[in-house]
């Protein structure tokens, strides 16, 4: 069905993805004012530079406490659960588990022979899981599950570690670093740069652990061993090349995050953005968030269910030939949804333009 949003309507950028996400024009203009850069060795003071930035301007952001670490390496997200798996965990994790993400950490975990049998603590999508304390040494979660749209407290939790999945939340919601010993994230979602990389913040009781497990000779690939990320990034450098376009694009984005105001400025913003689509959903009774416990809900990624006479599918691809993008909801989770990324980067205003443009789409589509 061809049906033409009024300009009038249209955001003035059209990206909503849940990851990747929008990058803002002013980090591709910085990327093109620093190309010298670019094409450099990353063993040299100008990227080594570079990342020295990158872990000041995130130490500060977050406030890291005395002793903790920027980490980073390669590989993204993903990768971590991976370094988590063979350099953190010391013989059972636990785990939340309430989405896609966090089950596949939990995935990781349980495939791993030198480990015992995960302990998981389920909740259905749409509601929060944060594991119990137990027999476990490592106790996992994500404070922003982006597969359903739920947020996730970050507390301390038994006697292990905490590591903390913040790929969708570092740099859109504010935390207590003090509260974990990982809190790991990739660039592609607020700090509106590229994927690919994955950072961590390090207490030092992850770093005594992952030394410790290194020294009681389990075998660990050279790319999954914590130890050497974190001496290489002492250094300001990573084990292997890193994509410096990601890097540049993302020490703009802290600049800026800086700019307007830090954590707390940065997370009012997204929640002034995710508040306009929860309002909206409830004012129609043809919408509905997604996570019922308002407490639950992301103040980032919000996912709305649109009634059965609504065709999402529809919607979606009707705002995408209108240039408005990726508010498909997560694969797995088959749902008749819209999923909106509302990350830092994102305009409050154009999301108030796109409630609008939804508006106008389902009017002419509803059966
Ligand atoms: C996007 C995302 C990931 C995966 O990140 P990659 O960098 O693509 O590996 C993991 N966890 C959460 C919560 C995410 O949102």
């Given at each position: 069905?061809?049906?033409d949003i009024p300009r009038s309507l249209l955001p003035t950028d059209g990206r909503f993805g849940s990851g990747p996400a929008k990058v803002r024009p002013e980090a591709l203009?910085?990327?093109m004012e620093h190309s010298d850069v670019m094409g450099t060795s990353h063993r040299q003071a100008p990227v080594?530079?570079?990342v020295r930035d990158i872990q000041e301007g995130l130490t500060d952001l977050y406030r890291l406490p005395e002793g903790y670490e920027v980490a980073l390496g390669n590989g993204g997200s993903s990768a971590f659960w991976d370094l988590a798996v063979f350099s953190l965990i010391r013989e059972r994790s636990a785990h939340g588990v309430f989405g896609e993400f966090t089950r596949k950490f939990a995935?990781?975990?349980?495939?791993?022979?030198?480990?015992?049998?995960?302990?998981?603590f389920e909740s259905a999508p749409g509601g929060v899981a944060v594991p119990g304390a137990c027999d476990a040494d490592t106790y996992c979660w994500a404070q922003n599950e982006t597969s359903t749209g739920a947020a996730?407290?970050?507390?301390r939790v038994g006697y292990g570690l905490v590591l903390v999945d913040a790929t969708s939340a570092a740099g859109g919601i504010d935390a207590d670093i003090s509260a974990t010993d990982a809190y790991y994230f990739a660039p592609q979602k607020n700090f509106s740069s590229d994927g690919g990389l994955w950072f961590a913040f390090l207490s030092p009781a992850a770093i005594e652990r992952a030394e410790t497990i290194r020294a009681g000779g389990r075998w660990i690939p050279a790319f999954l061993d914590l130890t050497s990320a974190v001496v290489n990034s002492r250094q300001h450098q990573?084990?292997?090349t890193p994509a410096i376009a990601t890097l540049l694009m993302m020490a703009e984005q802290i600049r800026w995050m800086k700019e307007l105001g830090g954590m707390e400025a940065v997370a009012a913003?997204?929640?002034?953005?995710?508040?306009t689509v929860y309002r909206w959903a409830e004012e129609r009774d043809w919408a509905t968030p997604f996570v019922r416990l308002p407490e639950h809900r992301s103040p980032v990624v919000a996912t709305i269910d649109l009634d059965e006479h609504i065709d999402a599918k529809q919607v979606f691809s009707v705002l995408r030939e209108n240039g408005i993008v990726d508010v498909d909801p997560y694969r797995a989770l088959n749902r008749n949804q819209l999923r909106i990324g509302c990350?830092?980067?994102v305009d409050p205003d154009d999301v108030e333009a796109l409630m609008a443009c939804i508006d106008h789409v389902v009017e002419r589509v509803a059966h």
């Open positions: 069905m061809q049906i203009t910085h990327l080594r530079n570079l995935t990781a975990s349980a495939a791993a022979p030198f480990l015992s049998e995960p302990r998981i996730a407290p970050v507390e990573t084990l292997n913003r997204c929640a002034a953005s995710t508040s990350y830092a980067a």
